[in-house]
């Protein structure tokens, strides 16, 4: 099993959402998070003052996913999220040792 955690714009995050479900997966847990990459921030004027916002409005998705599922997840999220403007985002693949299901009790890919 494998996690793929995902920094996405938060506009995206329903494109990415129907791309995911078209690939077959079944649940995702998503995350209103702030920061920054290459982009270091903006400048923005308020008031006549400028000021940097140094972090960024960013959604983070997490799925965990079967090994013979990640490349489809990878490339829907890819694929979905794509604006081809800096601060698209990026994707991270994680190995996931164990799941349990707290409700059943079922392990590994079951619990998934």
Known sequence: MKKV???????????VKEALTTVGVQG??????????RQKGHS????????VVDFLPKIK?????PDALV?????AIQE???SGRVGDGKIFVLPVDEA?????GETGEDAI
């Open 80 to 82: 979905a999220a794509h």
């Open 71 to 75: 490349s489809d997840v990878v490339k």
């Open 61 to 65: 998705l997490e799925v965990v996913v």
């Open 5 to 15: 955690e995902a920094i996405i714009k938060p506009f995206k995050l329903e494109e």
């Open 100 to 104: 349990v299901r707290i409700r059943t």
């Open 44 to 51: 923005e004027l308020y008031r006549g003052a400028e000021y």
């Open 28 to 37: 995702i847990t998503v995350s209103e998070v702030k920061g920054y990459g």
